[in-house]
């Protein structure tokens, strides 16, 4: 089954963190593997599960937009099921 990420607007709440245990920030302050700012990973326990949702969002739709495919279809992958890919 596949899912289109205009498709995320409708749905279900994206609240699983999007951790891929890779845990090294780039040179932007980025985690190589998810793509969270240390702040967030460091303050994802304390997020409401909306501000869970939004972060995940985001960092599908930054994946998307800058073609990072291999993070794209490990988010992808994390949040939908092995057996999902994005268009």
Same mark, same amino acid.
């Given at each position: 089954?596949?899912?289109?990420?205009?498709?995320?607007?409708?749905?279900?709440?994206?609240?699983?963190?999007?951790?891929?245990?890779?845990?090294?920030?780039?040179?932007?302050?980025?985690?190589?593997?998810?793509?969270?700012?240390?702040?967030?990973?460091?303050?994802?326990?304390?997020?409401?599960?909306? $501000? *869970?949702?939004?972060?995940? @969002?985001?960092? +599908?739709?930054?994946? #998307? $937009? *800058?073609?990072?495919?291999? @993070?794209?279809? +490990?988010?992808?992958? #994390?949040?939908?099921?092995?057996?999902?890919?994005?268009?």
């Amino acid at each position: 089954m596949q899912h289109d990420p205009a498709d995320l607007l409708t749905d279900r709440q994206l609240t699983m963190s999007p951790c891929q245990a890779v845990c090294r920030l780039d040179g932007d302050g980025r985690c190589a593997g998810c793509g969270r700012t240390a702040e967030e990973i460091g303050r994802w326990m304390l997020y409401s599960d909306e $501000e *869970k949702d939004a972060v995940n @969002r985001r960092l +599908l739709q930054e994946a #998307r $937009e *800058k073609r990072l495919t291999a @993070r794209l279809n +490990l988010l992808w992958r #994390r949040f939908f099921g092995p057996g999902t890919t994005p268009r």
